[in-house]
């Protein structure tokens, strides 16, 4: 069935662009992802964490899951027996037409995770999984490789969420997504989980273990924990999902050497804390470290995941090796700095090289933090304060919050990207973006000051939280005085809504990306249902943003 559409309150008129009459573009109403129906049932709780797959490609997929062998093998516990966990894949959900099976052994050295790559798989195909062990079975999931290089597919449709935290509430984002059924894949632009204490004031669910994690049995508990969730689970079981993370996987306002939420006196190394951080993640996440799943290979994140002719995803990892951020306006010089990076001079070579080298009719960039320019004016001095602290950055002397977590506080990095971008001419980027807890539409100016008569570099279109606080939460009031503030400082941006919590789809076909913003109507009600807020789209060879008037629809079961 179709969902009601809620009015377009939070569209923004792009300043003097919005002078320009644009024309809705007619979306896709009949592409979907012709996805096999996934069998219900939850499986064995010898599997109570659920099944996922993750990272496809043309010919390849990786698989997850924990299995429990003993009472007593609880993540995190070191606890527990060898274990022998046999998998198989099938093209159809009874599985009579298996492809692939064999045996992974795992203990409690991996927290009892199995985590392996299938491979010699068909492209662009459906492919169901289930795991055994000593006669218990899984949940059976469902995964799909990616279209062959040569092959230029009709159309690719993606969720994307970000910033999940189970304190804060319910995963309906997850439940809502699941159940539209007309996905080719997840793509989750990270703080999949928060590292911190329980927050007794304003908790709807609690934290396991209670205490911020700090330790390697600390991080297994609590990605089991966010795994045991059912809406999680059943997101895993129907898409595969590729997954950056962001700061909360390891710890708030990380940066290579630390974090403004890590404190050396009382929590030990950063670097051991990073690094368990990153080992739970490596044996909990359905993602290819260092380009494999082989445990304790590296912790490199950044990668591609090629579809096909149609579309390349350059996924980007914004913690491990930028600079620290800007602490104070006294060293707001050091924003400008060119000796400092965001990327890392690696992963900003690799960045430039992958969109200059792609065949791909559109790049999308999977970016963990905003990358278009914002400025927030005009605010009183508490509201410009608790700004500030939901950007992570800081409040200037005249009072503007300054967005220096994110690519405003690196600027030379933004400068040496869009001018790759521009010089090489590298048309249809897109940047797919989380972390801010707002839903936001914008053009990428190369100059902010002479928008909309400069060019742009692609544009940005970023997801609300699943659950984190968003403005309002963060503001106790409605986000109004900051709206207006955001329309009058950044033209460049067409849509914002800073009070929802929500989850994006995004349609790529090869004349047009599409994305739709969806929200719920309640984090704290495990039933809240969801309804569609607005829709924009970017043409081919444009690097702007349009209008549109619906949302593409949903599979009815």
């Known amino acids: 069935m179709d969902l009601p559409a809620l009015p377009r309150r939070h569209a923004i008129a792009a300043g003097v662009a919005g002078a320009v009459a644009v024309t809705a573009l007619e979306p896709d109403r009949t592409s979907y992802a012709d996805a096999p129906r996934l069998p219900s049932g939850r499986g064995s709780r010898r599997f109570r964490h659920g099944v996922a797959s993750g990272d496809p490609s043309e010919s390849s997929v990786v698989l997850w899951t924990r299995v429990t062998p003993t009472n007593g093998a609880t993540p995190g516990s070191g606890r527990g027996p060898r274990a022998v966990v046999q998998w198989e894949v099938a093209r159809d959900p009874s599985f009579r037409r298996v492809v692939r099976r064999g045996r992974f052994v795992t203990g409690a050295g991996r927290d009892h995770t199995v985590k392996l790559t299938v491979g010699d798989l068909r492209p662009a195909t459906w492919y169901f999984y289930r795991f055994t062990h000593q006669g218990h079975r899984s949940r059976v999931g469902r995964t799909r490789t990616t279209p062959a290089p040569d092959v230029l597919a ?70 089991a924990q966010y795994k045991a969730d059912d809406d999680l689970q059943d997101l895993h079981a129907a898409y595969p999902m590729i997954a950056i993370w962001d700061d909360h996987e390891t710890a708030n306002d990380a940066w290579r050497d630390g974090a403004g939420a890590h404190d050396p006196s009382t929590e030990g190394s950063w670097a051991r804390r990073r690094a368990r951080g990153h080992r739970a993640y490596d044996e909990w996440m359905p993602a290819r470290l260092q380009g494999s799943v082989r445990l304790g290979d590296g912790d490199r994140l950044f990668r591609t995941i090629r579809f096909g002719r149609l579309a390349d995803l350059h996924l980007l990892d914004l913690r491990s090796q930028r600079d620290q951020q800007v602490a104070s306006m006294t060293d707001a010089a050091a924003i400008d700095d060119p000796d400092r990076t965001i990327t890392g001079r690696q992963q900003m070579a690799w960045l430039k090289d992958a969109l200059a080298g792609s065949g791909a009719r559109w790049q999308l960039v999977g970016n963990p933090v905003m990358i278009a320019p914002l400025t927030v004016g005009g605010l009183p001095a508490p509201v410009a304060e608790s700004v500030a602290d939901l950007l992570g950055g800081v409040v200037s002397p005249g009072g503007v919050p300054l967005n220096t977590d994110a690519w405003d506080g690196y600027t030379a990095d933004r400068r040496e990207l869009f001018d790759h971008i521009v010089e090489q001419g590298v048309d249809d980027v897109v940047f797919l973006t989380g972390d801010i807890h707002t839903g936001l539409a914008a053009d990428l100016p190369l100059d902010k000051a002479t928008y909309p008569v400069s060019g742009t570099a692609g544009v940005e279109l970023v997801c609300a939280s699943v659950t984190s606080d968003n403005f309002d939460e963060e503001l106790g009031t409605p986000s109004t005085a900051v709206e ?74």
């Open 154 to 223: 009709p159309h690719l449709r993606f969720g994307f969420v970000s910033c999940s935290n189970v304190e804060r509430g319910w995963f309906n984002a997850y439940r809502h997504l699941a159940a539209r059924d007309d996905l080719h894949a997840v793509i989750h632009l990270g703080d999949y989980l928060y590292e911190g204490a329980t927050d007794d004031a304003a908790r709807i669910r609690t934290h396991q273990p209670r205490k911020e994690i700090v330790s390697l049995a600390d991080y297994r508990q609590r990605h």
């Open 484 to 557: 207006a503030a955001l329309r009058a400082s950044n033209p460049h941006y067409r849509y914002a809504n800073l009070d929802d919590h929500g989850y994006c789809v995004l349609d790529v076909t090869a004349a047009r990306v599409q994305c739709d913003w969806w929200v719920v109507a309640s984090r704290a009600d495990r039933t809240a249902g969801v309804r569609h807020d607005a829709s924009w789209a970017v043409r081919a060879g444009t690097g702007r943003l349009s209008p549109v008037s619906a949302p593409v629809r949903p599979r009815a079961r």
